[in-house]
Structures are given as structure tokens and as C-alpha cells.
């Protein structure tokens, strides 16, 4: 056995998946784009792509900075490329700069004097989507504040659905006082105000990526636990279980090797909702200033900015058109997966 | 110890349904009350009922898939139910199942070479390759195609996903197989294949059958000896044959009459039909539990419950849990007097 051959069922829901064009689509356009977004410094970054300096060639993009003596400047902290380019433009001597399209970072204030921020979209000065209110360029701030608002809610969305699936499995299969217990748990859990008790936490510390991770996921494991343990349950009083059983198998043998393998079209289903929910989650609570501190890019702070500025149109306009393609997106996924994986359309009795 | 494979001694499952904010017990399903019987090596005995009674229960309890409420499951002498973990692990080497639905008791995700190598991954037996070809052998064995192997369940009809079951649970050379209504879920035409397949399988393997049917006709045709089932308790059990034509206890008459046998020798008086529903296992009429559509019920059957006793003037071993198992007439009699 080479390859693990896939049951025909789940080869059936693939099939179906990919026959839901908008759903597929957007499947494949969200994956590229964030892949892209994890090399995210060759398209949008202040430091240039290449550099050649007297016959050698420099690639500053990653690793450590490289001062302004490297490429004999006059200053040692880092090396403004922008200037650069135009500074071996003029010299005219064969030295060049490669900028990347976006040449701008998510944390410099592109001042020039006389000029106020925000300013407005411009080709020649590589503001693509103009700079905000403090001089970032919106572009720069849009794509590394998706990169973090995707990556918070792939960590998020792991973490809840291990300890959700562990949990919500461990009840559905055990059963009994285990159950109970957690359930009532659950039920308290689910009462307390997630929202006063992240603006309570918010107002005592400055809450980083993580601490904010741990606030939600302390929230978060519900969901799939509930979803685990009602499917668990089912599964764990269906023939094939009871066979297992009857043979001699063990709990966590009939766990991995049955029930697992038949609750995994419900965690995928769920997928594509959590992430959506993750990112908005925390694009209000950054939006309320609740969230990842200061000068973090992130959509909610772009979005706080924007509906503070409406006559610098193009700051709200760009994270609210993002925001809807994203969430657009992401719902079409859910929906063709939904479409796709629903059991009920399955279950087919010849 | 007495020869017998299985002893099950008044065996009682009873199930809490659970209730209220407070979870609280509020009611009870009789599913299995107090039943006895045995199983020697390599016969079978069958058991019949309406749907409810408490085949399935009885099988399963019998397995310890569920924990009895009381009495004893002896295999080979030894309480199933007080077994540890690891004692009960090596004795399902030797009690197998095969369920009523094919389409529910084989694993849908995995292929049918992995589905019946299973019990011997789970009791680690043999290395791969041997469990590989052993499982080829079985599937031959069971009229299936080597090239099934590596398909999944639901390619295949119901006849030979059943036969896939089969194949599973006779893995392990048991000797016990409860087989819970094996035929009923498939066709008509396949379903004496399927049931050639099992009384071949057990003249040359030598395993005991316990044979769960909802029709007599199919029972009988299997079975050496027959317990008839009704509300979670064993009404009658005798040999196959006596009971068949010597039925004591009044429902095994009716359900016997209600065969249809074109056998023009038979008398149509005794032509009885069941009447009414059968009472819920969650409240079971008080005395006998059959008095409720029995025709010969009298004030006797309502405060009396009737135990299963060596039935008077009958065949050795032939049990009956009637007041007026010998002389139902007297009880029609005493009925028309009140
Ligand atoms: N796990 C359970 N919890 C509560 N009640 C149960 C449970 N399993 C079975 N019962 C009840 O016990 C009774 C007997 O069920 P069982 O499945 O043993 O009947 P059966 O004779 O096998 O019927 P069938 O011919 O329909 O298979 C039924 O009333 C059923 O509702
Ligand atoms: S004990 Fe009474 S009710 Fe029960 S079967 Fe016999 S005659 Fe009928
Ligand atoms: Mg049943």
C-alpha cells in the first residue's frame, strides 16, 4: 500500500466540493492569497529587493539590517532605500535599486514637509492606497494587518478544535459524571460576557497577540466541544462502534481508528466559520482599541481610523471593500464545504 | 462444570431514562428481565420475538457491550460480567457478533481488508503479511472476491456487505456467534445464501450460534433449540422441533399460526391472531406480561407472574411460563365464568 486510498464517500464530498465553482474558487484565491501574504515582505516592504553596489549584489529583504555605510552612505542605522534608488539614479554610475512594488513598510511615517496626512492614493509616490492619518502606507498596513488577522485565527481556530475535539469527544464517548461535569461547566462558560471580560482584561494590561489568543481561546474550546460531543455520541452507539467493541478493541482505539476518522467532515465544516469569526473578532475589538496594542497593522485599527477620517475616503474604503471580499470569500468556502460534506445528502441507501 | 458453553442466568437489563433539570431517574425500559437459558457447544439456539422485546438487549448484554443490572453470564464456567478488563478482552476472542444491518455495523472509512483484519490488529495476532493472506482467505471463504480487499463497504450489495460482517467475526475461530436477525435487512433471494453461508460456516468451524430472529420461520430452520421472547422475558423454550409442533405457551401458538404453511393437514380452529400492541417495556402489565393479549387471561395471570418451568406432560427440556401451559381449556373455562 503506496498511497492510503481515500473511502469513496470522502472522494465523493472532494468531488462535490470542486463542482461548487464560487466555493472552489475562493478556496483556491484565499489559499494563494494567504501564501502570498507569508512572503508578504517581497511585495510590500521598505527595504529593497536587490541592490547592486559596485559590481556586488545586495538582498536586504530578509536578515538583519544593513546600515547606511553598506552602500557608502554617510549614516549607520538603516539604509533608506527609497533614497537610495534615487541617489544612484542621479550618480548615474551603473549602481542600482530594486524597491518592491509597495515600497513601504507597515511602521514608517512617509512625511514630507508641508505635506499633511493622511494623502491620497499616488502611483509616483508608490502609495498605492495612500498613506492614513499618521503618514502609514494603507496598503502596507492593510496586507501585514491580514497577515496577522489570518494567522491569529489559524493558531485560534487549532487551539480551540484540540482541546474541543479532545474534550467534546472524551464526554460524547465516556459519558457519565465526565459528561455532566463538563456540561455544566459549558453551560457557565457560555454565560459569561466574553466581550466585558476582554474590555475588563484590555483596561488592566495592554493584551499582546498571545495574551489576546489565550482570552479568546479560553472562550473559544465551547463550540467544537459541543459539536464533538453530540457527534461523538451518536457515533459511539452506531453498530461499527458496538462491533469494535464486541471484538475487544480499547476506548482510544475505537476513538482514533472509528469515531474520529467519522466526525472529521463536522471540524471541517466548521472551518471556514471559525476562521471568518476569528477575523472578526478581532478586527472589532481592534476597532474598539481593545485589542492587539498600538502600531500592530491590524484591519480594526485601519477600520477606527477610516470611519474617523471620511473625507480620507480611501482609508475606509480599502479595508471595508477587503473586509467584504474576505469574509465573502470565506462564507462561499463554508457553504460549498457545507454543501459538500453534509451527511444528510450522503447517507444513501441503495 | 455442566457442558454448557453459556449460561445465562437471570439476566436483567434495565435501562433509566433520565429526566428534569435534575437529570433524575424517571422511568424505567425493562428491556431484559430475568432470563435464563444455556448454550452447549456448536448448537444453536434460537431466539424469537416481536420487535422490542429485547433481542437485541439480550445480545448485546450478553457480549457486556452493556453492563447487565443483574444475574450472571457464565462463559465456559467464568462470570462475564465481573471480568476485569483484560480477562474480558481475551474471552471476546471467543464471543462474536454480526448485526442486522450490513450498512450499519461495517465502518464506511475503512477498506474491507482492513475491516476484517481488525480482530487480528486488536489482538495482535500474526504479522502483517500473515493477516493480510488470512484475510484473503476469509474473504474467499465467504464467496467474496479477493479484489474486494481493497475496496470499501458501500460498493458492494447488502448480501455481501453482510458477508464482510461475516467474515469479520469468524476471524478469530470463535465459539460463540450471536447473529442479531442476520437476514432480516436483505432480500428474500439472498437472504438462504446468507444463511447457508452461516450453517456451513458452523459445521466446519464448530461454533455455537445464538440465532435472534423476529420470525419463527427463519429460526426454525436454524435453530436446535428455540427461546420465544416477549417483553424482556423468555416465555418458552424447548428443541426446535417440539416446539414447532407442541407449542405450550399461548403467544408461541399464535405467532406459529401465523406462519403461513400450505399444509392442508393443519387444523384452522387453532388459527389464532395476535391482537393489540404490545405493552411498553417501561410499564409492563402487572402478573404475566402476556395477559394483555392472551385469550385464555384470567384473574390468576393479572396477580400471579408465571415463572419458566419444565412444561407438564411435555418432552424433556421443554420450558413454559404459563399458569395453564397443560390445560389452557380449563383457563377459557374459568374466563367464561366471570
Ligand atoms: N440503550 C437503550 N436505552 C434505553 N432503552 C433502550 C436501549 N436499547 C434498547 N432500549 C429499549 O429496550 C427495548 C428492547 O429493545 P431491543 O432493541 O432489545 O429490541 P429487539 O427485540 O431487538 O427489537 P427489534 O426486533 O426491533 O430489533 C425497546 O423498547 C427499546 O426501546
Ligand atoms: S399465564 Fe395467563 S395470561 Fe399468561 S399466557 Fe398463560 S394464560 Fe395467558
Ligand atoms: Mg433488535
Known sequence: MTTLPLDPLTRKKIHRFRSIKRGYYSAIFLAAAILLSFGAELFVNSRALIVRYEGRFHFPTYGSILPGTTFGLDYRYETKYRELKRKFKAEGRGNWVLLPPAPYNAYENDLTEGIYPPTAPDAGSGHWLGTDSTGRDVLARLVYGFRTAIVFSILLLLCNYTIGVTIGCAMGYFGGKFDLFFQRIIEIWANVPFLYIIIIVASIMIPNFFTLMMIMLFFGWIQMTWYMRTATYKQKSREYVLAARAMGASDPYIIFQHIIPNTISIIVTFMPFSISSGVVVLTSLDYLGFGLPAPTPSWGELLRQGTSNLDALWIVSSVVVSMILLLTMVTFVGEAVREAFDPKKHTVYE | ?338
Open chain 2, 1 to 338: 462444570m455442566s457442558g454448557n458453553l453459556l449460561e445465562v442466568k437471570a439476566v436483567r437489563m434495565h435501562f433509566p431514562i433520565h429526566g428534569g433539570v435534575l437529570f433524575r431517574r424517571i422511568a424505567t425500559v425493562y428491556a431484559v428481565d430475568g432470563v435464563s437459558f444455556n448454550v452447549k457447544p456448536g448448537e444453536t439456539v434460537g431466539v424469537v420475538g416481536e420487535s422490542g422485546c429485547g433481542k437485541s438487549t439480550l445480545g448485546k448484554t450478553i457480549l457486556r457491550l452493556y453492563d447487565p443490572t443483574g444475574g450472571e453470564v457464565l462463559f465456559e464456567g467464568k462470570d462475564l460480567a465481573k471480568m476485569g478488563r483484560r480477562e474480558l478482552r481475551e474471552v471476546r476472542k471467543d464471543i462474536q457478533i454480526i448485526f442486522q444491518d450490513p450498512y450499519e455495523s461495517l465502518n464506511q472509512t475503512h477498506t474491507v481488508g482492513r475491516i476484517i483484519q481488525e480482530p487480528f490488529v486488536i489482538h495482535g495476532v500474526g504479522t502483517k503479511e500473515w493477516r493480510r493472506e488470512e484475510a484473503k482467505k476469509l474473504l474467499k471463504r465467504v464467496g467474496l472476491p479477493e479484489s474486494a480487499f481493497d475496496r470499501f463497504p458501500h460498493e458492494f450489495s447488502g448480501g455481501q456487505r453482510q458477508r464482510i460482517g461475516i467474515a469479520r467475526s469468524i476471524a478469530l475461530k470463535p465459539k460463540l456467534v450471536i447473529c442479531d436477525e442476520p437476514v432480516s435487512a436483505l432480500d428474500v433471494s439472498i437472504q438462504s445464501q446468507v444463511l447457508n453461508l452461516l450453517l456451513d460456516l458452523q459445521r466446519e468451524m464448530g461454533m455455537a450460534y445464538i440465532f435472534i430472529a423476529h420470525d419463527l420461520a427463519v429460526v426454525k430452520h436454524v435453530s436446535d433449540r428455540i427461546a420465544v421472547m416477549y417483553l424482556g422475558k423468555i416465555v418458552e423454550f424447548a428443541a426446535a422441533e417440539d416446539l414447532y409442533k407442541a407449542p405450550r405457551h399461548p403467544y408461541t401458538q399464535a405467532l406459529i399460526s401465523a406462519i403461513p404453511v400450505p399444509d392442508p393437514t393443519r387444523d384452522l380452529s387453532t388459527k389464532q391472531v395476535l391482537e393489540g400492541d404490545v405493552p411498553s417495556p417501561r410499564n409492563p402489565p402487572s402478573g404475566c406480561s402476556f395477559r394483555t393479549r392472551c385469550r385464555f387471561a384470567t384473574e390468576r395471570c393479572a396477580k400471579e407472574e408465571p415463572t419458566l418451568a419444565d412444561a407438564p406432560n411435555a418432552s424433556k427440556g421443554h420450558l413454559v411460563a404459563c399458569h395453564y401451559a397443560d390445560r389452557l381449556d380449563e383457563a377459557l373455562k374459568e374466563r367464561a365464568k366471570t
